[in-house]
């Protein structure tokens, strides 16, 4: 999850840096972009930092100049304590426009606690100061309620049901559900482990089929349609043959987000690969002396058995 938040808003960074300050008609303003994600459930905590910049033409993607600000001084306060971030670089996945690594900042000592507010500040090299507040998810207890426990379902519903209910709870926290199947798939005779997230939905477009995930909402709980389920499941083998299939286990995965990161999920729309990021032209942002967002939340997951009798009907191994 950490690994996918980072990468998730060091998107995020790219299109906002060309995006903010770009407007063909206007006196170009600079913009100090910073994205921090507080995982509640690790010590590894990341910060991104970065600006916008102005097009030398109308095409703000020309530009390929590394935004990334370097050498930044970024601290994580917390329970009155303060931790000091190290600089460090990931080799970037995608290099059609940017060749650099990607540059962000990152502790592994702080793990914060149920409810505890925490301060994001970061100095700039030219004296620029970017700062932000938060509150971690604040509950007493989680438990999931109600919910099936195995697949097949045993019951007369069309429907698979996910619920979950966090006792004293603070207020507008936001929920994001994930039904997945773990699997391994035998690829020139090796076991390659993968995971497929079941589509909520499914959309025509054309002669083709759109998949719809859950989306972040205030919902405790989530539906999925057995048909869908089912169908997904069925299609784990591709066009290959389904003996290189072994199964492990469904999970129901469920981020808990703060007030904060959930407004801003919600001010912007992820597409199929999960990454690609659609900046709406209100997003949210609670980054005083910039843009961005400082947020926070943990994750919960639960085991779904798969029973080796369905296993079989699709003649998968277990």
Same mark, same amino acid.
């Given at each position: 999850?950490?690994?996918? +938040?980072?990468? /998730?808003?060091?998107?995020?960074?790219?299109i906002i840096?060309?995006?903010?300050?770009?407007?063909?008609?206007a006196? /170009?303003?600079e913009?100090y972009?910073? /994205?921090? *994600?507080?995982n509640g459930d690790?010590?590894?905590?990341?910060?991104?930092?970065s600006?916008?910049? $102005?097009?030398?033409?109308?095409?703000?993607?020309?530009?390929t100049?590394?935004?990334?600000?370097?050498?930044?001084?970024?601290?994580?306060?917390?329970?009155?304590?303060?931790y *000091?971030l190290?600089?460090?670089?990931?080799?970037?996945?995608?290099?059609?426009?940017?060749?650099?690594d $990607?540059?962000?900042?990152y502790?592994?000592?702080?793990?914060?606690k149920?409810?505890?507010?925490?301060? @994001?500040?970061?100095? !700039?090299p030219?004296?620029?100061? =970017?700062?932000?507040?938060?509150?971690?998810?604040? +509950?007493?207890? +989680?438990?999931?309620?109600?919910?099936?426990?195995?697949?097949p379902?045993?019951k007369?519903? %069309?429907?698979?049901?996910?619920?979950?209910? =966090?006792?004293n709870? %603070?207020?507008? @926290?936001? /929920?994001?559900?994930?039904?997945?199947?773990?699997?391994?798939?035998?690829?020139?005779?090796?076991?390659?482990?993968?995971?497929k997230?079941?589509?909520?939905e !499914?959309?025509?477009?054309? %002669? %083709?089929?759109?998949e719809?995930?859950?989306?972040?909402?205030g919902k405790?709980?989530? =539906?999925?349609?057995?048909?869908? *389920? &089912?169908d997904?499941?069925?299609?784990?083998?591709?066009?290959?043959?389904?003996s290189?299939?072994?199964i492990?286990?469904?999970?129901?995965?469920?981020t808990?987000?703060?007030?904060? =990161?959930?407004?801003?999920?919600?001010?912007?729309?992820? !597409?199929?690969?999960?990454?690609?990021?659609?900046?709406?032209?209100?997003? &949210?942002?609670?980054? $005083?002396?910039?843009?961005?967002i @400082?947020?926070?939340?943990?994750?919960?997951?639960?085991?779904?058995?798969?029973?080796?009798?369905?296993?079989g009907?699709?003649? &998968?191994?277990?």
């Amino acid at each position: 999850m950490k690994r996918n +938040f980072l990468l /998730f808003f060091v998107i995020i960074i790219s299109i906002i840096s060309c995006e903010e300050g770009f407007e063909p008609t206007a006196e /170009f303003r600079e913009d100090y972009v910073m /994205f921090g *994600v507080i995982n509640g459930d690790t010590t590894y905590q990341s910060v991104v930092i970065s600006k916008s910049y $102005e097009p030398d033409n109308f095409n703000p993607y020309a530009n390929t100049n590394d935004p990334d600000i370097r050498d930044a001084v970024v601290t994580i306060t917390g329970m009155d304590k303060e931790y *000091v971030l190290r600089d460090t670089s990931i080799e970037r996945a995608d290099k059609s426009r940017y060749t650099t690594d $990607e540059y962000f900042y990152y502790t592994d000592e702080f793990k914060p606690k149920i409810g505890e507010e925490i301060e @994001l500040r970061a100095v !700039l090299p030219n004296g620029k100061v =970017l700062t932000s507040k938060t509150k971690l998810p604040g +509950f007493s207890l +989680f438990s999931w309620t109600n919910s099936d426990e195995a697949l097949p379902i045993n019951k007369i519903y %069309s429907q698979v049901l996910f619920t979950w209910k =966090l006792n004293n709870a %603070s207020d507008n @926290l936001v /929920f994001l559900p994930r039904f997945l199947i773990h699997y391994y798939e035998k690829i020139n005779g090796v076991n390659v482990k993968k995971e497929k997230e079941i589509p909520l939905e !499914l959309v025509k477009l054309g %002669s %083709s089929l759109k998949e719809l995930f859950p989306s972040a909402s205030g919902k405790d709980y989530v =539906l999925y349609d057995t048909t869908i *389920v &089912y169908d997904t499941f069925k299609e784990l083998k591709g066009s290959g043959n389904p003996s290189d299939i072994t199964i492990i286990n469904g999970e129901v995965e469920l981020t808990v987000m703060d007030k904060n =990161l959930g407004s801003y999920y919600s001010s912007i729309q992820t !597409l199929n690969d999960g990454y690609t990021i659609k900046i709406y032209e209100t997003n &949210y942002s609670n980054i $005083e002396g910039g843009i961005g967002i @400082l947020g926070s939340y943990f994750t919960f997951k639960r085991n779904i058995e798969i029973l080796h009798d369905f296993i079989g009907r699709f003649g &998968y191994n277990f």
